[in-house]
């Protein structure tokens, strides 16, 4: 089975900063990655899919790239509404969600 | 509007069934294959099982395999999904949720305790 893996497991960053997490696939997965987002409480939200396209609706600040087996979301300038964990899952064939990154407000 | 609402969540002993809907509105639900993702109390999302369009591809998640039924039925817009012997690690808020390839739409889940 491929597994997901993403790093940091949480940070902590300035209104303003850009903020870069990592999702890492065991093997190869072309572009079959998602990124989700979770606000505490809330229902996940779908950011991204096909590793770089954005969900309608979701601010143009957040980014994805990638292929293969290594992936990445960028916040260009992260916002108090972005406290949230961020989730990547693959989905060709299973559907496996990597274990998420909290990202906080120093 | 398009929406996805879950029911039939609660509490159970070890060893019982629970059997947990999905309705769908707002969109062709016979168009889309639909899943099912639970979430233990503070952690992460783990996808349990998925079903094709006209329910001729099925998957499950080793954790759940041979204890869980996923199905549906495209008359009534509905996900179900049948827990038989139910552990303790399978307390968590269960959502069901429509795919494209990802997962698009979420419903607000439902929660899901066994405990004696």
């Known amino acids: 089975d491929i597994q997901m893996t993403q790093s940091p497991s949480s940070l902590s960053a300035s209104v303003g900063d850009r903020v870069t997490i990592t999702c890492r696939a065991s093997?190869?997965?072309?572009?079959?990655l998602a990124w989700y987002q979770q606000k505490p409480g809330k229902v996940p939200k779908l950011l991204i899919y096909?590793?770089?396209t954005l969900q309608s609706g979701v601010p143009s600040r957040f980014s994805g790239s990638g292929s293969g087996t290594d992936f990445t979301l960028t916040i260009s300038s992260l916002q108090p509404e972005d406290v949230a964990t961020y989730y990547c899952?693959?989905?060709?064939?299973?559907?496996?969600f990597g274990p998420g990154t909290k990202v906080d407000i120093k | 509007e398009v929406q996805l609402v879950e029911s039939g969540g609660g509490l159970v002993k070890p060893g019982g069934s629970l059997r947990l809907s999905c309705a769908a509105s707002g969109f062709t639900f016979s168009s889309y294959s639909m899943n099912w993702v639970r979430q233990a109390p503070g952690k992460g999302l783990e996808w349990v099982s998925s079903i094709s369009s006209s329910s001729s591809y099925i998957y499950y998640a080793d954790s759940v395999k041979g204890r869980f039924t996923i199905s549906r039925d495209n008359a009534k817009n509905s996900l179900y999904l049948q827990m038989n012997s139910l552990r303790a690690e399978d307390t968590a808020v269960y959502y069901c949720?429509?795919?494209?390839?990802?997962?698009?739409?979420w419903g607000q889940g439902t929660m899901v305790t066994v405990s004696s």
């Open positions: 949720a429509r795919s494209f390839g990802p997962f698009d739409i």
């Open positions: 093997q190869g997965i072309s572009n079959y």
């Open positions: 096909a590793a770089s």
């Open positions: 899952q693959k989905y060709n064939s299973a559907f496996t």
